[in-house]
């Protein structure tokens, strides 16, 4: 509207767009509030995801750790087990080696007795 169309109006008239006008500021003002409530929303969204990125690769650093951890304690106890049964095996042929020993000093002295009473 131009100025000489708003001086032709009635003062209700005018009230009248005076308050339409007011009406519609506060709810553009509402419609503002509530478009900053959600970019305030989506700004936090982002920020935590920046830092759940950065947890999972703490996260992937700690499981890489511990399967570190896992592996070395698994070496750890295949090495105990194959020293184990290493010495096992040693003290296994060192007794077979004296039973040996002694079964052929036995056959030898068996011989011996035996080529005396013929």
Do not use: H
Not at 43 to 71: M, R
Not at 72 to 92: F, L, V
Not at 96 to 110: C, L, M, P
């Amino acid at each position: 509207m131009t100025d000489k169309e708003f001086k032709r109006l009635k003062r209700s008239d005018l009230i009248y767009i005076i308050y339409e006008y007011q009406k519609k500021q506060e709810e553009l003002l509402k419609e503002n509030e509530e478009l900053r409530e959600k970019l305030k929303e989506k700004e936090l969204k982002v920020s935590n995801a920046g830092s759940l990125s950065e947890l999972a690769a703490k996260l992937n650093g700690l499981f890489e750790a511990a399967q570190q951890t896992a592996d070395d304690y698994i070496s750890g106890i295949k090495n105990n087990a194959i020293e184990e049964a290493e010495k096992k095996a040693e003290s296994i042929i060192k007794e077979a080696e004296g039973k040996a020993e002694k079964i052929i000093s036995d056959a030898e002295k068996s011989k011996k007795q035996n080529a005396e009473t013929d």
